[in-house]
């Protein structure tokens, strides 16, 4: 007999162990063998026929190993991957045949494995492996979804040109795509792979692949029915569902699709709604999809409610740091309350926030991080739980040591003077919380991927190493920003280098392609369009001494500006005036109340040279101001954590800016002037006057302006304040109020033509070297807002709600919609904060370390801008590297 051993393994995937072989050994005919046999029972033949055991396996010697089958693998390289060998001793049946089928199975080279023993001699056994290749993926169709979809199908199943088709791939294949789009709400999803053989000359195995996918329409949630709820009503139990939703046309955010997964969490969060209003024990006693004539599903869940509990005694074990009443005011329980596990344990540890007001952040904020609580139910009579919250103090922790790893670029004391943890230093959890916040801050790593990690922790000695992971990006940017606004456009070119260091400035080998490395600001703009050019040069240093966070800035200005001409929006290159200034700043961080909280001072001079700049405002035509004034400000700003998309915090700033009451001391009587004045104006507009005393008149009140404006009098507030609230998992409210004033101290010699809000637009042209300022309000053109020569007032009010895309470090995307509201006037009797312009819209914000933050914003006007008479309409602003 030619077949003595058939050893063979249908393959269903290959991650799965090889067992249970079948083996079927039909045995020569030897004397004593048949001998044996014969004493056997008909039956006994039958079995020992269909599953011969090891037990009854000989040992054989390998006389010659041969291979048959469609592979373009050499012989002898095919007995290596088995791990047999000639004169190689085994057992028939037994473990090393399997083990060779193993070997081969796991090289994923090959399909149809089977292993033969086509004679036997003596002790001498010849065996045959029979194989085939696994064929290679030659083409693949994708039919079912869109073009542009098909590579990312390709990349995520690996399904490229020479791929091993086997059937593991094509199984994970269907199950991946399956899910994928279940979770995209196509809950009946079909998605099926054929193989088609190509048959040529080549000798290599190879398919072509057609993969059809069914997505049928996505299956939305009409309707979600509870059963067995009395306590807690249909309506709670939907809304405690955060991401099962049933159809409601008027619901933006959140859509209908039914995803298991989420459906399976939610099913959690009805259980917690339960325990949040006492009763215990509830539980979901079955849920059902129903399918539904109109293609939609109804969920139907039934919940046992159980019995409402109340809280009975509470008490602390184990505390000896804090009293049980200072524990109990924290913790905020009486007994007698109803029943609340979640909140219970959100007032043990809050684990969504961690900053949270909760006992474990007690004892870690005041140095006990080997601490543990936890609550123990020692009773549950009458449905009145008795509670022991069991605290292990453990020994205070102190920081031994503390490194940061991870800054290549930035040297260690620009990190190291952020750090609020010291050697030394007992630990405290909020300080680790306020240096990633800070870190962060800094604007020389990625936000997302600092971490404080622990090393080390020795309870015994209350010692923890801490070491913080930081990964740099691209502090420096070049600065390009347009946009079309105001009758033209309006165009900026800056070179921004956050990290700099001006002490290695002239040393050769420190230009990688700039120094850096010392915290520093360094910034070169150039910023240009019809109506104005302008140059400046910035430099701020944030820690003044390198001991405290005081900061010291400066910054040189030019701009030359023309005329603009509201009517026909153009500039007049006949009329123009040299603003030339130079600004001193220092800014101290507080620690009262508060170390939010920061006190800045500033000083500034500007040189106003006017070229034939007659308006009506600046009469005097060829002339010049001087404005030395000096700038007072408190700001706060805790917001967290990535300071390209806050998550939470808020910040807020209130500034005043103010001149030497120069009319108090020099003199001048300013109530005559402005009686002359108006006597001359008078004669202006007198048609009887002739046209010498006109030119009289006219001259007469350049010169009063000019002496009026000589050193420009005012003085100015602002405020603004943002906050930033995560409504659900990366969904951000940023709710944002500003407001403006200018005043005089004099009234005779009025409110002066520097230093005015114009409002509108997309904030570009925020130019502020003749103290001007562009407020933005998305919807409307620059400038389109307030009058030729701009507003004393303003006020803004703003709703932005944001998501992200994705938060990575190569590039940050999020996108926006927003509402804003918001005008300027001439005066007090003009201001009123309701009579605003109205405007709504969306965007996307794009940030990238190289150059700042992109974006684009469709914005629509609902009211008239000024010159027109209906709504204005759809207006598109744009910017590169600038954040608003």
């Not at 994970?172 to 048959?199: A, C, S």
């Not at 039914?258 to 325990?275: E, I, N, P, R, T």
């Not at 190493?465 to 900026?492: R, W």
Request: with cysteine; proline share 3%.
């Amino acid at each position: 007999m030619k077949l003595l051993l058939n050893i063979k393994k249908e393959r269903d995937d290959l991650g799965k162990q090889v067992n249970n072989l079948t083996n079927i050994l039909p045995f020569k005919t030897y004397i004593k063998l048949c001998l044996a046999i014969l004493l056997f029972t008909v039956s006994c033949f039958n079995l020992q026929a269909q599953d011969l055991s090891y037990n009854a396996s000989k040992k054989y010697t390998i006389g010659g190993i041969s291979v048959l089958g469609n592979t373009s693998f050499g012989e002898q390289v095919i007995i290596n991957f088995s791990g047999l060998r000639k004169g190689q001793e085994i057992n028939i049946p037994g473990e090393e045949i399997g083990n060779a089928i193993k070997k081969l199975w796991g090289t994923k080279l090959f399909n149809n494995i089977e292993v033969y023993v086509t004679n036997i001699e003596n002790s001498t056994a010849y065996l045959e492996i029979r194989l085939a290749d696994l064929p290679q993926l030659n083409e693949l169709k994708v039919n079912g979804v869109k073009k542009s979809k098909v590579a990312g199908i390709i990349e995520d199943n690996k399904l490229k040109k020479g791929t091993k088709v086997t059937e593991n791939l094509i199984t994970t294949t269907k199950n991946f795509l399956t899910n994928k789009y279940k979770k995209d709400g196509f809950l009946n999803t079909k998605v099926h792979i054929n193989t088609i053989e190509i048959k040529d000359s080549v000798e290599t195995a190879r398919v072509n692949m057609v993969l059809n996918i069914d997505k049928g329409e996505k299956v939305k949630i009409k309707d979600i029915e509870f059963s067995g709820n009395n306590a807690v009503s249909d309506k709670k139990l939907r809304k405690a569902m955060k991401s099962t939703k049933k159809i409601n046309r008027l619901r933006i955010l959140k859509r209908s699709k039914f995803v298991d997964s989420a459906y399976q969490a939610d099913l959690s969060s009805v259980v917690d709604k339960f325990k949040e209003n006492g009763y215990r024990d509830a539980r979901i006693i079955s849920d059902s999809i129903i399918y539904n004539d109109d293609k939609t599903i109804s969920l139907k869940i039934d919940v046992n409610e159980g019995e409402l509990y109340t809280f009975g005694d509470i008490k602390f074990i184990g505390n000896t740091v804090y009293t049980d009443q200072q524990l109990h005011n924290l913790l905020r329980i009486e007994k007698g309350d109803t029943y609340n596990g979640v909140l219970l344990q959100k007032r043990i540890a809050d684990n969504s926030k961690p900053d949270g007001n909760d006992l474990t952040n007690l004892y870690q904020n005041n140095g006990y991080l080997f601490s543990s609580i936890r609550q123990v139910e020692v009773s549950a009579d009458d449905n009145v739980i008795d509670m022991e919250i069991r605290i292990t103090e453990g020994k205070p922790a102190y920081f031994n040591s503390v490194s940061v790893v991870g800054n290549d670029k930035t040297n260690d004391h620009v990190i190291y003077r952020a750090l609020r943890t010291r050697p030394g230093q007992l630990y405290d959890k909020s300080d680790v919380v306020r240096t990633v916040r800070e870190l962060g801050q800094l604007g020389f790593f990625d936000a997302q991927e600092i971490s404080p990690n622990f090393n080390n922790p020795n309870p015994v000695e209350g010692t923890i190493d801490m070491e913080y992971s930081v990964k740099e990006t691209g502090s420096s940017q070049i600065e390009l920003q347009g946009g079309y606004g105001g009758g033209g456009f309006i165009g900026t070119l800056g070179l921004s280098f956050n990290n700099f260091s001006m002490k290695d400035i002239f040393k050769k080998e420190a230009y990688k392609p700039i120094p850096m490395g010392d915290g520093q600001r360094l910034a070169l703009r150039l910023q240009a369009s019809r109506f104005f050019q302008t140059y400046s040069f910035q430099f701020s240093e944030p820690w003044l001494g390198g001991k405290k966070p005081v900061q010291f800035s400066t910054s040189l200005s030019h701009t030359k500006q023309f005329l603009y001409d509201f009517v026909n929006r153009r500039a007049d290159k006949s009329r123009s005036f040299n603003i030339t200034g130079i600004t001193f700043g220092l800014a101290k961080r507080l620690s009262v109340p508060d170390e939010y909280f920061t006190l800045s001072n500033a000083i500034s001079y500007q040189r106003y040279d006017l070229n034939n700049y007659n308006t009506g405002l600046f009469t005097f035509g060829d002339g010049y101001s001087n404005n030395l004034s000096y700038t007072i400000g408190l700001s706060r700003n805790n917001t967290r954590f990535d300071p390209i998309f806050p998550t939470g915090g808020s910040s807020f700033s209130a500034t005043a800016k103010f001149t030497f009451p120069y009319s108090l001391v020099n003199g001048v009587d300013y109530e005559a002037l402005q009686a002359e004045r108006d006597q001359n104006q008078g004669i202006l507009t007198n048609v009887n006057s002739t046209d010498l005393e006109r030119t009289n008149a006219s001259d007469r009140i350049s010169e009063i302006d000019q002496e009026k404006y000589k050193w420009l009098e005012f003085y100015k507030v602002s405020f603004k304040g943002e906050w930033y609230n995560e409504i659900t998992k990366n969904l951000v409210l940023r709710p944002l109020v500003e407001f403006g004033f200018l005043g005089a101290y004099n009234n005779y010699r009025g409110i002066i033509p520097f230093e005015r809000y114009f409002v509108g637009g997309d904030g570009l042209g925020q130019y502020s070297l003749d103290g001007r300022e562009a407020i933005q309000l998305r919807g409307y053109p620059n400038q389109s807002l307030s009058t030729q020569d701009g507003g004393t007032i303003y006020n803004k009010y703003s709703l932005e709600l944001r998501y992200p895309i994705t938060l990575k470090a190569s590039a940050k995307i999020y996108g926006l919609t927003f509402l804003e509201a918001g005008n300027s006037y001439n005066n007090f009797r003009d201001f009123n904060p309701f009579n605003v312009k109205r405007s709504a819209g969306f965007g996307v914000r794009i940030f990238m370390p190289a150059f700042g933050l992109l974006g684009i914003d469709f914005g629509h006007g609902f009211d008239p801008a000024l010159g027109e008479t209906g709504k204005h309409g759809w207006e598109t602003h744009f910017i590169i590297g600038q954040q608003f």
